[in-house]
C-alpha cells in the first residue's frame, strides 16, 4: 500500500509539487494500478536488452549545429548569452 | 517553380487541430502541394509546438524533425500542428491541456488518442495525409476509431530525430490517411536512415502495394479476442479475416501466453522512460519561464504543478517510483522480462505464419468521460502495446461498424516486413471491405 506520505515523497523526488487537495486521488489511483502491475511478480526470465542491436561508431567530425541565438530563442531569461536559473544553494 | 503557398483555411468543428498555418509553402515533388498535418510533438521550424501542453505553451522550435525536412523535400504543404493528449499519454484526446477533439463520425464521442487530432483532421477530410505518433496505439487507436488507415512503423525505420520524447523504446511517427495507397506514399517519403537517431535502420521504403494474399499465413491469437473485447467487434473482425481467406490467405489459430503481461510491462517501461524524458521541462529553457529568484528546488516544482496535468504528473511519478531503488527489480526489471517473451512469442509464432491479425481496440469509440478511471483507460491499450514492445510494424485499416461507429483491423507483421502489412490492409481494402 502507497500512503499519501509516499506520494509526497515521490512528488518530489521528481519535481513535482503536489497540492493538499490532490493527495487523495494520486494515492488512490498509484494504489490501483501498483495492483495492477503485481501481476509482474508472475513473470520468469529476464530482459536482455535489444536484441540484435550493435553499437554504431561515427568519426567525430565538427558539423553545424544551431546558433547561440537560435538555443537561446526559446528561454525565459537570459544573460550574456547564457541561460538564467533559479539559485542552487 | 519556388515559392508559392496554398490557402488553408478549414471549418475545424472537430478542433483537430490546435494551430493551422494559413498560407503554407510548398514546392515541387512527389507530395508537391498536397496538405499534411503534424501532430504536435513533431518539431517544426518557426510553427509552436507544444505537445499539447502548457508546459510548452510558446515554444517555437527552431529546426525541423527529419520526417518534416522529408515532406517539405518532396513538395509538401505543412498545413497545421494537430491536437493530441498531453506528451501522447492518453488514448482518447481527452488529455490535452487545450481541449478535446472531436470524433468526425460521432461528436459525442472522443477520436481516439493520442494521435486524435491527425485522425480526425483526415477523417473529416481537412487533409488528405497526417502524422501521428505510437508509443503503445496511439496511431492505430484514433485511426480505428475514426475509421481511416494508420501504420506504426517497425521500430527505427522512421527517423525520430525532432519528435519530443515521451518513451524512446517504444515510440515511431507513421502515416496516417484515408486509405492504403495514401498511407504507403507517406511512408515512402519519410521513411530512411538518419544519423540523427542511434536507433535508425538503414532501410528506405519503396513499395507498390499487392492486393494478392494467395498463400499468405495469417495467425489470429486467441488471446486477441479476450476478454473484454466487445463481441460485435470480435465479430466485425472475424468476417473482415473470413474475407482474407476467401481471397487466398490460410488462417491459422494460435496462442501468444505473453500478452497475460504485455500490459503492465508496456505501463511500467513506458512511464519509467517519461520520468526521465520528461525531466528536461524546467522552465529555464523553454515553456512558460520559472522565477529565478526563488530557490532552484521550489521554481522547479512549482513550474512542473503548474504546467504539467494530472496524467502527466501521474506518470512522471509513478515511473519514478518504479525506477526507485528497492522497487526497481520488482517493476521494471519485471517489465523488462515480460518484454523479452513477447519477442519471444512473436518471433515464433512468425517462424510459423506470415502476419496476425486481430481487432486493434477492443471496442469502439468511447463517449467523452467514459475512461475517467486512469486504469480502465490503460486497458483499452491491451491489443497495440505488443506491436510497440517488440518493435514490429502493424497497421489498422477500418474494417466494418458497430452500431454505426468503425472497427479497425489491425495487422502485425515480422520486424521489417512493413511492406507485407501494407499489403495485406490492401488486399482486404480493395477485396470489397467497407
Redesign the interface.
Known sequence: M?TERD?EH??????????RE?LE??TT??N???E??D?????????????G?AN?F?EDEVITS?SQD??L?????TEDGF??????M | MAGRTLSFHPDDRFHAFLRTVPDPAFGEGRLSGMPVAVKDNISTAGIETTCASRILT???P??DATVVSLLKKEGAAIVGKTNMDEFGMGSTTENSAFGPTKNPRDETRVPGGSSGGSAAAVAAGLVPLALGTDTGGSIRCPAAFCGIVGLKPTYGRVSRYGLVAYAN?LEQIGPMAADVPHVNLLMSVIAGYD?KD??SLDAPYFHTPSMDVRGTRIGVPEEFFGEGVDPRVASVVWDAISLLERKGAEIVTCRMPSM??AL??Y??TCMSEA?SNL?RY?????????????????????R??EG?G?EV??R???G???L?SGYYG??Y?????????V?KDFQRLFTEVDVLAGPTMPTVAFRFGEKS???SM?LSDILTVPANLAGIPAISVPCGKVEGLPVGLQIMGRWMEDERVIDVAYAYEQGGGP
Open positions: 502507497i506520494v515521490i512528488g518530489t523526488l521528481a519535481d513535482i509539487a503536489i497540492l490532490e486521488e494520486f489511483s498509484f490501483k494500478i501498483l495492477y502491475f501481476i509482474l511478480d508472475q513473470v520468469r526470465g529476464e530482459g536482455t536488452g535489444e536484441e542491436a554504431v561515427r544551431l537560435e538555443v530563442s526559446n528561454a525565459g531569461e541561460f538564467r536559473a533559479p539559485r542552487v | 510558446g515554444y517555437v527552431p529546426f523504446s544519423p542511434s536507433m497475460a503481461y503492465a510491462a505501463y511500467v520520468s525531466a524546467d522552465g529555464i529553457r523553454y515553456g512558460p519561464p520559472v522565477d529565478v529568484k526563488k530557490p532552484w528546488h521550489e521554481a522547479f516544482q512549482e512542473r504543478r504539467f494530472i504528473r501521474r512522471i511519478m509513478l519514478t517510483f518504479a526507485s520488482k517493476y526489471a519485471k517489465a523488462q522480462a515480460a518484454r523479452q517473451n519477442r478511471d486512469p486504469l490503460y
